[in-house]
RNA sequence: CGGGAUGUAGCGCAGCCUGGUAGCGCACUUGACUGGGGGUCAAGGGGUCCCGGGUUCGAAUCCCGGCAUCCCGACCA
């Protein structure tokens, strides 16, 4: 079996060195997953998007359930009085809600808000579900589409509507609400980094970045081709903090009436954000297999009579993959040639593509060609569905391998504030940094250099006997810094 | 909400300085030949030149006002 390296061609696509932001839009919309709407700070969701959001949110929904949860749905608005009851959360998102003021013609007794979020919602219902211990734990997640008025949108990554889920639970104790909230975060882990092939770093959240109303926010942080970190999930130790708010009580064990304690967590379209910028290359989209609409494109060389040879060919070696439960599209389109189809599905992402043409039947075999690696290899028809579904577990294996490198590529450590903030000019990735705690030095920190402590991992190596980055008095922790998204 | 830029065919742009029939590439339609890395030829369709006002015989072009979008900063999944 020979293999070769397949052509560089030029696409209509930026490259990611010369302007990344512009890259990501060229691939977003070149490929098809999402495009501009009329209406400001909202995006179209395409089809091939959308097919990535479902298998997310099956990848996930399997998850929830085998973790115990089940699905639910609240209401979109929101009664102001509700929002305004839990002061930090008030703090947080009454800058950027949608009111709704009017139904028909006429003016609302009480405003309502479009949900930013649902705590404040299920938080009154809980109150009302809620009246002995057993009753407890309540673990409901919901799929739902929420609105932030942001000042500025990127596609996926931060739009005025986005599409996610939020999980919502109460417990009896601390301990059990704060065993949740780590479960959830590692369950994002394990999901990101199985399925999406991203590492993350799972961590806890500084004060000053956490959830408004949570105890604890904790966070999984990937790092993207550009070196800019971004927020891929979170979780939230709520604390008794909306159980108290929103009268959230039980009778306990021993009699004595208690408040809940909450947890939420959640993630968005925001991780297909993730994904595009985790594996694409200046060729466009690179999909994991496990989150690929396709996971393998059929291109059929058309010459001679084609359709009595090739094409039947074709749909059998489709049909086996299909009863293998692989994600297969023949591309049979005679407006295009072999070529433009072969760009176009790398453009797209499609993890592996087979070619068969007239020339490959004789040999019994086809071509495969990896988009991962831009290899292309001819393989025998027989064991071919065996041998296909090796290759896409390899492809999703080396994804994640190369996403670790770079990510390890692109971590450093200092404790020196001169070199910190000449990485952060530089090359930029995570740096890891002593730092003592103090919200004022993060906050100067993000001032001169852009960066923020993306979390404090729950691996992070000990501080004692380090400085401060910043200000030099005794670290307490070593946090993870990174320009953000 | 501050600083900068841009609005012309579905997309990307030229034309504007120096006013005179609205263009180019890609995409699209029809047909033929093609087809193993974005094919060739032929024939076509498609415009509120962002909006409003002004100057002028005549405005995409000059002047005034508005709006929108994008980029850079402060807020965010």
Not at 70 to 90: C, G, K, Q, T, W
Not at 106 to 115: A, D, T
Not at 262 to 282: C, L, P, Q, Y
Request: charged share 25%; with cysteine; net charge negative.
């Amino acid at each position: 079996m020979s293999t070769e390296q397949i052509p560089d061609l030029p696409t209509a696509i930026t490259p990611q060195s010369e302007d990344f932001a512009r890259w990501y839009v060229d691939v977003v919309r070149r490929a098809e997953l999402a495009d501009y709407s009329p209406v400001k700070g909202c995006m179209v969701i395409r089809p091939y998007g959308y097919a990535m959001w479902e298998l997310i949110q099956q990848g996930l929904d399997r998850r929830f359930k085998a973790t115990g949860h089940v699905n639910a749905y609240f209401p979109l608005f929101i009664p102001e009085s509700l929002l305004m009851r839990e002061a930090d959360h008030v703090a947080g998102f009454a800058p950027q809600v949608a009111w709704v003021t009017h139904g028909g013609t006429e003016k609302l007794e009480e405003r309502l808000v479009v949900r930013p979020t649902s705590e404040t919602i299920i938080g009154t219902m809980y109150a009302k579900w809620v009246q002995s211990w057993r009753d407890l734990p309540i673990l409901i997640n919901q799929w739902a589409n929420v609105v932030r008025w942001e000042k500025v949108t990127r596609l996926f990554l931060r739009t005025t509507e986005f599409l996610w889920q939020e999980g919502h639970t109460a417990h009896e104790t601390a301990e059990e609400a704060q065993e949740e909230t780590l479960r959830m975060l590692a369950v994002y882990k394990e999901f990101a980094e199985n399925d999406l092939a991203m590492p993350v770093i799972d961590g806890q959240k500084t004060d000053s970045e956490k959830f408004a109303g949570a105890e604890r926010t904790y966070s999984i942080e990937g790092l993207m081709r550009d070196g800019r970190a971004l927020q891929a999930g979170t979780s939230h130790n709520l604390g008794q903090n909306f159980a108290k708010v929103f009268d959230i009580k039980f009778q306990a064990r021993d009699k004595s009436l208690q408040y809940v304690y909450g947890t939420s967590w959640g993630v968005s379209t925001r991780m297909i954000g993730a994904v595009i910028m985790t594996h694409g290359d200046d060729g466009g989209l690179i999909l994991p297999p496990k989150i690929a609409p396709y996971q393998v494109v059929i291109v059929p060389i058309p010459r001679g009579n084609w359709k009595e040879t090739v094409l039947p060919k074709a749909q059998a070696i489709r049909d086996e993959l299909v009863g293998r439960g692989i994600r297969v599209f023949i591309d049979d389109r005679e407006s295009q040639t072999p070529g433009w189809k072969f760009n176009e599905w790398e453009l797209r992402g499609v993890p592996l593509r087979l070619e068969i043409g007239p020339k490959d039947i004789e040999k019994s075999q086809v071509v495969l060609a990896r988009r991962d690696t831009r290899e292309k290899s001819s393989a025998s028809m027989d064991g071919l569905v065996a041998h296909i579904e090796s290759l896409l577990a390899t492809i999703q294996r080396a994804l994640y391998e190369r996403a670790l490198q770079f990510r390890t590529e692109h971590t450093s450590s200092t404790d020196s504030y001169d070199e910190f903030k000449a990485i952060m000019e530089g090359r930029p990735g995570f740096v890891v940094s002593p730092w003592c705690g103090s919200p004022a030095c993060e906050a100067a920190i993000k001032t001169e250099t852009q960066a923020t402590i993306r979390n404090i991992p729950f691996d992070s190596p000990p501080a004692a006997g380090k400085n401060c980055l910043k200000c030099g008095s005794p670290a307490t922790v070593h946090a993870w810094f990174a320009k953000a998204y």
